[in-house]
């Protein structure tokens, strides 16, 4: 189909299911003197060989090239879009990562803390017709986690706090290009799972390993004093009735 229609900038909306499609779209620029264009030959007819200085040859050279700058931009993306240990995801371990332009589903990955991170990037030339929601799943049933909508490009953090367990994500997405890292908050540095807790003091299983429980004496408690004050008021009546009768 050829939509006539002056430069701009536009989107393309698709309402489809039930089969997968591709779609491509051509901008029709003429360049000045340029031959017209050449009807298509038959199938059985030799291609037309077109010159190596001919204006054509070039963009064939630049689109070779473009694979391999856009490779190397979405390393520099993922690299960026890891934010690393800090006081909201203490210990952060990188456990997945997930990117695309259209729907997907993450594969599932393991979280040891008890609370992970999720940050997105988003890249588009549409902002107003971005589409972006991630729901994080529980692995073994698909239980709903929780859901993350992004209304706007750029770069965005969300802390999920959940048990430890297998979880994955499934990504509904249109007209943007998106990088997901997920971080597992292990709480510990270099990514290792903290160790139990102390226990109370007074019970020699909940006391640090490698420590000594050392146990106090019994040094008369409050029992003992009850009974000392009780003598000595007795001995003060006995005392007090004595001079009351001289």
């Not at 292990?186 to 490698?210: L, S």
Request: contains cysteine.
């Amino acid at each position: 189909m050829l939509i006539q229609n002056g430069p701009g900038e536009y989107a393309v909306l698709i309402g489809f299911s039930g089969a997968d499609y591709t779609v491509t779209v051509e901008e029709c620029v003429a360049s000045e003197g340029s031959a017209p264009p050449v009807a298509s030959s038959p199938p059985s007819s030799a291609p037309v060989s077109v010159p190596a200085s001919s204006p054509a040859s070039s963009p064939e050279s630049t689109s070779s090239s473009a694979p391999t700058r856009d490779s190397a931009r979405d390393s520099a993306v993922r690299s960026q879009n890891v934010p690393g240990p800090d006081s909201e995801c203490p210990g952060a371990r990188v456990v997945n990562r997930t990117s695309g332009n259209g729907n997907k589903q993450s594969p599932v990955f393991d979280v040891r803390g008890d609370s992970f991170r999720v940050t997105t990037t988003l890249e588009t030339n549409s902002p107003r017709f971005l589409t972006f929601d991630l729901f994080v799943y529980k692995e073994g049933g698909g239980q709903f986690v929780t859901t993350i909508g992004r209304e706007s490009p750029g770069t965005d953090s969300s802390i999920v706090n959940e048990s430890p367990g297998a979880f994955y994500l499934d990504i509904l997405s249109a007209n943007t290009k998106y990088f997901v890292t997920v971080e597992d908050c292990t709480g510990a540095p270099n990514g290792q799972r903290p160790g139990p807790r102390p226990g109370p003091i007074n019970k020699p299983e909940g006391v640090i390993p490698e420590t000594q429980v050392i146990k106090v004496p019994n040094t008369g408690g409050p029992p003992y004093l009850a009974v000392g004050g009780l003598v000595l008021l007795g001995a003060a009546l006995i005392v007090g009735r004595g001079v009351l009768k001289r």
